[in-house]
């Protein structure tokens, strides 16, 4: 339970492939700003793709193989994201081609990451670069460079990605988020208690945490 003189907890279950986490995580920080909530926020893995092959497969394609879309919802779609994005200072850049990847080993670098504090600039970092850049983060190079951008050291997370050091760490995490019953993102959980599920919107998150602040008041 969170405590008054204690900042609260928001663990954020998401994947870099997921626009509506980016977009949710946006919402989620204007409110935070709008209530200034003392905060801290903890991230983690989740693949939405996990059986991806290593060449990753065209957008338009995986969502009508996975959802059923047709082109014409998956365009319309786009354009929802790419306006919310806009509104949040965030730019899709959806475009013919945009491919979807496996994220496995980029969830092995941003927990390499948290070690130094920087797992939440990383993740930042990643979402730009898929989303905004079309950078092919399947590509152990790739995410090395990003890595890099970002004053971490490349040679070492190329080293991290190479060995595969916190597979096990990062498989066993993914493994007690879904035996918590986490089956699609994003997901919050704020104070370890809250579950809140999908991209609720900014005047739904300072709803929820104003609702929070006066509960711990």
Not at 33 to 57: C, I, K, R, Y
Not at 73 to 82: I, L, V
Not at 107 to 114: D, G, I, R, S, V
Not at 162 to 185: L, M, P
Request: hydrophobic share 40%; glycine share 6%; charged share 25%.
């Amino acid at each position: 339970m969170n405590t008054s003189d204690s900042p609260l907890r928001i663990d954020i279950i998401s994947d870099v492939m997921c626009p509506w986490c980016i977009i949710g995580y946006r919402q989620l920080a204007k409110a935070l700003d709008a209530t200034s909530v003392e905060h801290e926020v903890h991230w983690h893995p989740f693949e939405l793709n996990p059986n991806m092959p290593p060449e990753g497969q065209d957008g338009v394609e995986h969502i009508a193989e996975k959802y059923g879309a047709t082109p014409e919802q998956s365009k319309a779609n786009r354009k929802q994201m790419t306006d919310l994005g806009d509104q949040l200072g965030f730019e899709f850049g959806f475009q013919d081609g945009f491919r979807m990847h496996n994220t496995f080993n980029t969830h092995q670098l941003l927990h390499w990451a948290e070690d130094q504090d920087r797992k939440h600039d990383l993740k930042m970092a990643l979402f730009t670069a898929h989303f905004t850049n079309r950078r092919d983060l399947s590509d152990n190079a790739v995410l090395a460079d990003i890595a890099g951008e970002i004053g971490l050291d490349r040679d070492e997370a190329l080293a991290v990605l190479s060995d595969q050091r916190f597979a096990k760490n990062v498989r066993d995490i993914e493994n007690f988020w879904v035996q918590q019953g986490i089956q699609g993102v994003p997901a919050v959980v704020f104070d370890r208690q809250h579950l809140v599920t999908g991209a609720q919107g900014v005047e739904n998150y300072t709803s929820i945490l104003n609702q929070l602040a006066k509960t711990d008041a």
